[in-house]
DNA sequence: ATCTATGCAAATTCTTTGCAACATG
DNA sequence: CATGTTGCAAAGAATTTGCATAGAT
């Protein structure tokens, strides 16, 4: 994990001087807290890890660095849909895995499916469409929740 | 398609006497104007559609209504990431289906998969989720845009 | 009558932007 | 030293909430 840390890095680097962006502390600090997490985490929660490893960077800065961090495919969006906030996550451990949300405690449990994913990809090409990414959510309630609501 | 919009509307009547809510002109001019949406639209989209038929709601109401309808499954949330709204669809022509966004120019593809939808079930079950509901997204570039990206 | 709904405007929340000071290539 | 970058505070956009009034059961 610790090469794929440093990859990560050099990737962002190599993605900076090819449009003629700067390197700067504040980049690469965001980078390594957003590896740093295991699973999903916001804005906030960025900046917070920053903080507590003695950074400090403006919101402006980390919303700024996400989108890039974003483009250059170091970070995806995760699962989207409780509140109002964007959850990332970082792209290590690349395993590409889906969400499945409980819609009354917000517990959050990941799985994954190669045969799902192939299966959409073929969806994609059917239509014409070049594959980039997906995204499958599925809601319901958590064991915890549903034997809780007798209400 | 008649009869279903019917059987919408009987189905919100039957759940706010349920739960001892009321019936009102606003409630049931939402539920009417967002049945007559074909495909996804988001909040305003119904308060401008409603000024159209002559209703005045106010943003408050459209949203508070919102909320009901989906509670009421007679919305769901649809797609999700293009911009920061949300776009909702009604149930009508119930089948569910999924989207396929082209990232470039946000063409939205929809589509259908049953049995996609039955290995999500199982795997809602095989955690102890009460399945609800779910979300299918594909994003990628539609054939116009990635011959259009010789850059 | 009672209790829920609505409209309005203010408040929130998340995110973006303008601008002056600053740092990098 | 020319540009891109940062922080700050203000601006925005979407959604929510408090409260007084109106309306449904």
Redesign the interface.
């Given at each position: 994990m610790k090469a794929a840390v440093e990859s990560a890095q050099t990737q962002l680097v190599k993605y900076l001087r090819e449009r003629g962006l700067k390197r700067t502390e504040e980049r690469m600090a965001v980078l390594r807290e957003a590896l740093a997490f295991d699973g999903h985490f916001e804005a906030e929660d960025l900046q917070v890890a920053l903080r507590r490893g003695g950074q400090r960077v403006s919101r402006a800065t980390i919303y700024r660095t996400i989108k890039l961090l974003l483009d250059a495919n170091l970070l995806r969006?995760s699962f989207?849909?409780v509140g109002k906030q964007t959850y990332y996550e970082n792209m290590l451990g690349s395993r590409q895995h889906e969400h499945?949300i409980?819609?009354r405690c917000g517990r959050v449990?990941e799985?994954t499916?190669d045969?799902?994913e192939e299966?959409?990809k073929k969806?994609?090409a059917a239509?014409?469409?070049?594959?980039?990414?997906?995204?499958?959510?599925?809601?319901?309630?958590?064991?915890t929740c549903?034997s809780a609501s007798l209400d």
């Open positions: 969006r989207s849909s499945l409980c819609v449990i799985f499916s045969f799902l299966a959409l969806e994609a239509h014409g469409f070049e594959f980039k990414r997906l995204r499958i959510e599925i809601f319901g309630e958590c064991s549903s």
